[in-house]
């Protein structure tokens, strides 16, 4: 009789313990709140044969765009974009709609460089104007 109520608390305790890990299954997880935080909304600009005014290279994997309502976007890039960094002229090529996103690309020298993510950012630092103190002062004439 021990043995009998012995096996069926033990039976109880397993449909027990199943049960609570099937719910615990069931019940999604969230994301860690680092991931939630850093994660940037992917941006678009619409009409980009118009409306993309402005860009500067920062390195063959990113590029800044302005569109022209002031608004800056930062572009990253699958790869490495061979002559990026030096060309003066590119081409946005952007998704069928005419809206460039991450699904659209960017054309350099020929070479169709697909863009990862296109988030906004902010705009970037404005160039000093200050005189360089390194470069040669011009002889001042005596009066």
């Given at each position: 009789?021990?043995?009998?109520k012995l096996?069926?608390?033990a039976?109880?305790?397993?449909?027990?313990?199943?049960?609570?890990h099937?719910?615990?299954?069931?019940?999604?997880?969230?994301?860690?709140?680092?991931?939630?935080?850093?994660?940037?909304?992917?941006?678009?600009?619409?009409?980009?044969?118009?409306?993309?005014?402005?860009?500067?290279?920062?390195?063959?994997?990113t590029v800044?765009?302005?569109?022209?309502?002031?608004?800056?976007y930062?572009?990253?890039?699958?790869?490495?974009?061979?002559?990026?960094?030096?060309?003066?002229?590119?081409?946005?090529?952007?998704?069928?709609?005419?809206?460039?996103?991450?699904?659209?690309?960017?054309?350099?020298?020929?070479?169709?460089?697909?863009?990862?993510?296109?988030?906004?950012?902010?705009?970037?630092?404005?160039?000093?104007?200050?005189?360089?103190?390194?470069?040669?002062?011009?002889?001042?004439?005596?009066?």
């Amino acid at each position: 009789m021990k043995r009998t109520k012995l096996g069926v608390l033990a039976l109880v305790g397993c449909s027990i313990s199943m049960m609570a890990h099937r719910a615990a299954a069931d019940e999604p997880v969230p994301p860690p709140a680092s991931v939630v935080s850093t994660a940037a909304r992917e941006a678009q600009i619409p009409f980009a044969s118009q409306n993309i005014q402005n860009w500067q290279v920062v390195d063959n994997y990113t590029v800044l765009i302005q569109d022209r309502g002031k608004r800056w976007y930062q572009a990253s890039l699958y790869g490495n974009c061979i002559n990026l960094s030096f060309t003066q002229r590119l081409s946005f090529v952007p998704n069928p709609s005419g809206t460039f996103d991450r699904f659209g690309s960017i054309r350099v020298r020929g070479e169709s460089c697909p863009l990862r993510s296109l988030v906004e950012t902010a705009a970037p630092p404005k160039k000093s104007t200050l005189p360089d103190p390194a470069a040669p002062k011009k002889p001042t004439a005596a009066i």
